[in-house]
């Protein structure tokens, strides 16, 4: 088991182990309070309780349109075409859309929570009928203090040698196989597909923006907008889960691929974003 565990962090280690090659735009990111992650999302299981802390839902007055992740203390990465939704509101520390405060076995969670929204900051390029530059920003009213059920997800910033990666995770409450969305928060593994296959598939010209994934029996679906596709590595001696993709668009029979815009194609837009609001702040105090 010991030979296992060290084998697995090795393998971790190519990815991370460059000394100054990356930094974290939140450094106190990606960990949780589960030790594991259980593997919406069409064909995935439920997630556990505390496994998905920087999970958002974004709304329209009532109605959960898509989802997102907390990257800052202020800030929810999404996608753009969320903003279409007008959305209001971002819920956090949300699991169970129908039970609050949320309960298992093991006793109750803090009670989620909603906060108004400050300014929706689309990429300037974003097309919606080609879903190009399908990334935006969700400036919170306020900032958020973190807790075991609500912390950022990890960015790398700078990095150089993160490579590609056989499969992720993608977590959200879109519809299900019961074409219902999902009650409870779901995750499911996709298989990372070259992108020739999605480029056939849906007649766009692929490039290093989108990554391609799916499965045979799990995929993303309507109501999973917005939210991550993530991976575990090990940075500064600690699991993390790391966000590379955002939910975009996939086939309308939810089974199959999906297209997920490449976050580490935009993170100097992503931090470039932040920089300039908070330096907006501090003149105007």
Not at 20 to 48: F, M, Y
Not at 257 to 263: D, G, R
Request: a neutral charge; charged letters at 20%.
């Amino acid at each position: 088991m010991k030979g296992f565990i060290l084998g697995v962090a090795a393998l971790a280690c190519l990815f991370l182990c460059k000394e100054g090659s990356a930094r974290l735009l939140e450094p106190d990111c990606g960990t949780t309070r589960t030790w594991h992650r259980v593997k919406r999302v069409i064909g995935g299981q439920n997630a556990e309780m505390y496994a998905n802390p920087w999970m958002v839902l974004l709304f329209k007055d009532l109605e959960a349109k898509c989802g997102g992740t907390l990257i800052t203390s202020r800030f929810v990465l999404t996608a753009a075409q969320c903003f279409e939704y007008s959305i209001n509101k971002v819920r956090l520390g949300e699991y169970d859309r129908t039970t609050n405060p949320d309960c298992s076995s093991m006793g109750c969670k803090p009670p989620s929570f909603e906060i108004d929204i400050e300014r929706l900051i689309r990429h300037p390029s974003f097309d919606l009928e080609t879903m190009q530059n399908d990334i935006g920003l969700v400036k919170l009213a306020r900032n958020v203090i973190f807790s075991d059920h609500i912390r950022p997800i990890c960015l790398l910033v700078y990095q150089t040698a993160v490579r590609s990666f056989t499969s992720y995770e993608v977590t959200g409450w879109g519809k299900t196989k019961t074409n219902t969305n999902s009650e409870k928060l779901q995750t499911a593994t996709l298989i990372n597909m070259n992108r020739v296959i999605c480029e056939n598939m849906f007649g766009d010209h692929f490039n290093e923006s989108k990554i391609c994934a799916g499965g045979f029996n799990s995929d993303t679906c309507n109501g999973d907008s917005g939210g991550p596709l993530t991976a575990e590595l090990v940075y500064g001696q600690i699991w993390r889960i790391f966000q590379f993709g955002i939910t975009s668009y996939g086939l309308s029979s939810c089974d199959g691929l999906s297209v997920y815009t490449n976050v580490t194609h935009y993170i100097d837009w992503i931090e470039d974003t932040i920089l300039r609001d908070n330096v907006f702040r501090f003149n105007n105090k």
